[in-house]
């Protein structure tokens, strides 16, 4: 998604020793989001197939954010090869409402995704990565996931909450989902804030 100019953004800067705490080495690769025990979680079965799809979801989320973040710093070069991670996940009836409220479909989110690139890389700590990830629901074919995302952008921690539905099994996918819906909304204030990312990710 593209990031929003600091100023129009509604969480409030955090001090600067919540900011501190956050701050660790730029590493490179993919990271995974870790799965947070929760009490629902027992309503499922915990069957192979469906801890299967919870890993899978788990690191198409890390991955696809990680992305994020390597594009908007120029990490990652503009090139339709690169580009690709995030295009091809994308259903084609793919629809977002982001934390602003906008709804916005599979074509317009290409163009603007790739307007912006490089856009943050004058930001040396600029970082993009979620906790919290659940799955939710897993119905004919679709699994429901929520988490949250976290955007440190000049010096300013930005949280959202988000829901994501993805197809289930789909070829040529690295981790065989695709997105078909995703859902923001702006965490407030008093949202606890995340661990640093390093341990939060099961480094």
Not at 26 to 54: F, I, Q
Request: hydrophobic residues 35%; aromatic residues 8%; negative net charge.
């Amino acid at each position: 998604r593209t990031p929003k100019p600091s100023s129009h953004d509604p969480q409030a800067s955090q001090t600067p020793t919540a900011q501190a705490s956050l701050r660790r080495p730029r590493r490179s690769g993919p990271v995974e989001a870790k799965m947070v025990p929760h009490p629902e979680d027992a309503t499922m079965t915990k069957t192979p197939s469906y801890e299967d799809l919870e890993a899978r979801g788990r690191r198409e989320i890390a991955e696809l954010h990680l992305f994020f973040e390597e594009w908007f710093t120029n990490v990652v070069p503009d090139e339709s090869t690169h580009y690709a991670r995030f295009e091809y996940v994308l259903n084609d009836a793919f629809k977002m409402v982001d934390a602003n409220g906008r709804l916005s479909e599979r074509p317009a989110l290409l163009e603007e995704l790739r307007a912006a690139h490089g856009c943050w890389q004058a930001d040396a700590e600029a970082r993009i990565w979620c906790d919290d990830v659940r799955l939710l629901q897993r119905d004919r074919g679709t699994a429901l996931f929520s988490y949250r995302e976290w955007q440190r952008v000049a010096g300013e921690l930005r949280g959202r909450q988000a829901s994501a539905l993805f197809r289930e099994d789909v070829a040529g996918t690295p981790n065989r989902l695709q997105w078909m819906h995703v859902h923001e909304t702006w965490l407030p204030h008093d949202e606890p804030l995340p661990i640093d990312d390093d341990d939060d990710l099961g480094a």
